[in-house]
T-cell receptor, first 114, second 119 residues
Framework: GQQVMQIPQYQHVQEGEDFTTYCNSS?????IQWYKQRPGGHPVFLIQ?????EVKKQKRLTFQFGEAKKNSSLHITATQTTDVGTYFC??????????????FGQGTELSVKP | GAVVSQHPSWVICKSGTSVKIECRSL??????MFWYRQFPKQSLMLMAT?????????EQGVEKDKFLINHASLTLSTLTVTSAHPEDSSFYIC???????????????FGSGTRLTVV
């Protein structure tokens, strides 16, 4: 079946250091979305990338979508303690006559040491 | 923005009983609802996709007779865990999509989740 692999599983950084998480899909995606989940909470939508090679920025966060629309990355510059949480990528796969469904990566748990 | 209300937020039930979880779209019509299950420290696993007025489509390995999904209206979808057992204890989350396309500025809207504990 369709799979979205995400690495690393955990990342511990010192406040101020950069952080990157990577996703790779076994199939071409119609789009990829990124979510952040705080402990005990539900996923909160961050961004969606649709176009091949697309790059989007949200303040210190930079999101990229690969040329083949099979991989993506999220990079955080100069992490802060408020960045703590688990970041999930979710690939949208189009199913004939059903629209798209999201397949989540395993998530990367980010911890930031002050 | 689009809001999905999910309840209960947590429930403890005895083994062998059934539990119903509701998800309501508050300010939009959700033609499609997705149900996920998440075990601690793990990812969200898609269980099923429900479309209003039709039968749900279950992912491989998910028992449709155990996890009953009903999407009777454009604003309400329910998941019933029948004859629950301790191994069904998990975090269940619904998400909704508006129409057949993703709401580009909002992605998929998630409910707040239901933590089920079966004792």
């Amino acid at each position: 079946g369709q799979q979205v692999m995400q690495i690393p599983q955990y990342q511990h950084v010192q406040e101020g250091e950069d952080f990157t998480t990577y996703c790779n899909s076994s199939t071409t995606l119609s789009n990829i979305q990124w979510y952040k989940q705080r402990p005990g909470g539900h996923p909160v939508f961050l961004i969606q990338l649709v176009k091949s090679g697309e790059v989007k920025k949200q303040k210190r966060l930079t999101f990229q979508f690969g040329e083949a629309k099979k991989n993506s990355s999220l990079h955080i510059t100069a992490t802060q303690t408020t960045d703590v949480g688990t970041y999930f990528c979710a690939g949208s796969i189009m199913i004939y006559n059903q629209g798209g469904k999201l397949i989540f990566g395993q998530g990367t748990e980010l911890s930031v040491k002050p | 923005g689009a809001v999905v209300s999910q309840h209960p937020s947590w429930v403890i039930c005895k083994s062998g009983t059934s539990v119903k979880i509701e998800c309501r779209s508050l300010d939009f019509q959700a033609t499609t609802m997705f149900w996920y299950r998440q075990f601690p420290k793990q990812s969200l696993m898609l269980m099923a996709t429900s479309n209003e007025g039709s039968k749900a489509t279950y992912e491989q390995g998910v028992e449709k007779d155990k996890f009953l999904i009903n999407h009777a209206s454009l604003t309400l979808s329910t998941l019933t865990v029948t004859s629950a057992h301790p191994e069904d204890s998990s975090f269940y989350i619904c998400s909704a999509r508006v129409g057949m396309r993703t709401v580009l500025s909002h992605g998929y809207t998630f409910g707040s989740g239901t933590r089920l504990t079966v004792v």
